[in-house]
């Protein structure tokens, strides 16, 4: 394995190539999109619409996106969008939607595509993309499909957490781990319950799950797919129905405290910090969700023994399989499930390799194994391949 990548030096802070206001009229909504760079004339990213959401937090966002691409070695530059919705915004959710997509409708047509992020669906980004008139399959060098991108996305949903579990069977496997292990998870949403069920499928043992209400335990093993069913669209579990068997905890952090060999940090950012890790229990933590755990946390982690696998490296999945589509990388015209295998199996790859590397690099005593990775992919290089006239 290569142990002689570049250290980071003291890092000369790029701007983003763009930042825009979006103007929507009939909305009370602000609006933002960062492009972060553009590569071979692409950027691409999610649309995050909460109520605190703001333009430095985009920038943050679009960077990490850079970093994610250009970790599984996509030509293609990072972007996010943001809405801010007002208080009249709130009755119509598809006009919002739709002023977005009209407003955003240049740079999607430019070559930036904005897809899903917290607080956005797959409805909400097909009523953009119709506002806009924008269909991403039927841009010249883009895969050709053989299903709608609606269709493609609705099979393709658990693909950030397929990912992640990948990440961790990687990791089990190059620890020489065979036996089945304790799987806790923080966060039980769209990429939480997609870790449950591929970890569970691989016969391990998820002992706990956590959502906003708290956390629920079974030391001998939850029912995952019972779990999962008694769970709404925002990753909150119905209490009322859980098996007798289930304990339930609702201090802050309980998750943190329990027996696991691994914990999946899938929530939000900041759920390991400092003052958290000396109750870390896990061998293995995994950053599922962005910047799960503050850098300081992450050092601290490596420093007293676990082995830390960062949100950049393994959280890739969604972004990914865009990105082979959107580069035109993926083969064209496949039946869905063909394209569908051959999605996972490139992801799988480049996560696996990435944490193999991330491993090897912390292993030799790297401080910040990422930064040592991103510094050879060119990521952080200011070159840019501007979008054609
Ligand atoms: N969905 C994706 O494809 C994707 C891709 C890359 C990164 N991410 C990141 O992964 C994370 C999770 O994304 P998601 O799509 O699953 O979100 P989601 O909104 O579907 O689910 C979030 C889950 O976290 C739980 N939660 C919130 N606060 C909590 C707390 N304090 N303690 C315990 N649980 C808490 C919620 O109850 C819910 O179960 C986010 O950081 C997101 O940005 C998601």
């Not at 990072?78 to 801010?84: D, E, H, L, Q």
């Not at 706990?208 to 939850?222: H, I, Q, S, Y």
Request: aromatic share 4%; hydrophobic share 45%.
């Amino acid at each position: 394995m290569n142990r002689t990548l570049p250290q980071r030096g003291p890092a000369k802070e790029i701007p983003p190539l763009l930042s825009t206001t979006l103007n929507m009229p009939g909305c009370d909504a602000r609006g933002w999109v960062v492009v972060d760079r553009v590569v071979d004339g692409l950027a691409m990213g999610g649309t995050r619409m909460t109520t605190a959401v703001t333009e430095p937090e985009l920038a943050g966002l679009a960077r990490a996106m850079t970093q994610k691409l250009a970790l599984v070695g996509l030509p293609i530059g990072g972007a996010k969008a943001g809405i801010r919705p007002g208080p009249a915004d709130a009755g119509d959710r598809p006009r919002l939607m739709r002023a977005f997509g009209r407003a955003a409708a240049p740079l999607l047509h430019g070559g930036v595509y904005l897809g899903c992020d917290q607080g956005t669906t797959y409805a909400d980004r097909q009523l953009a993309f119709e506002a806009a008139g924008y269909d991403i399959t039927r841009r010249t060098g883009t895969t050709r499909l053989t299903v709608g991108w609606s269709e493609l996305w609705n099979h393709m949903a658990d693909i950030t957490g397929f990912g992640v579990a990948v990440a961790v069977l990687g990791a089990l496997r190059a620890a020489g781990t065979r036996a089945p292990q304790r799987i806790v998870i923080q966060g039980f949403g769209t990429v939480g319950r997609a870790v449950a069920h591929h970890l569970a499928a691989r016969g391990h043992r998820v002992v706990a799950v956590a959502d906003v209400r708290g956390t629920v335990e079974d030391p001998r093993g939850l029912p995952v797919t019972e779990l999962i069913a008694l769970t709404d669209g925002d990753g909150t579990i119905d209490r009322t129905r859980l098996p007798a068997t289930v304990r339930m905890h609702g201090s802050e952090r309980a998750w943190l405290h329990l027996g696991a060999d691994v914990l999946v940090l899938a929530a939000s950012a900041g759920a390991v910090d400092e003052d958290a890790v000396p109750a870390a229990r896990a061998g293995t933590v995994v950053e599922g969700g962005n910047m799960s755990c503050t850098g300081p946390a992450r050092r601290l982690l490596r420093e007293s023994g676990h082995v830390v696998l960062p949100d950049v490296v393994v959280n890739v999945g969604g972004a990914a399989a865009t990105g082979c589509v959107l580069a035109g990388l993926a083969p064209s015209d496949l039946p869905l499930p063909r394209l569908s295998a051959w999605l996972r199996a490139w992801i799988s790859d480049r996560i696996t390799r990435n944490c193999e590397l991330v491993q090897e690099l912390a292993a030799s005593g790297s401080t910040d194994p990422v930064a040592q990775l991103l510094a050879s992919s060119g990521a952080l290089r200011p070159s840019v391949t501007a979008a054609g006239p």
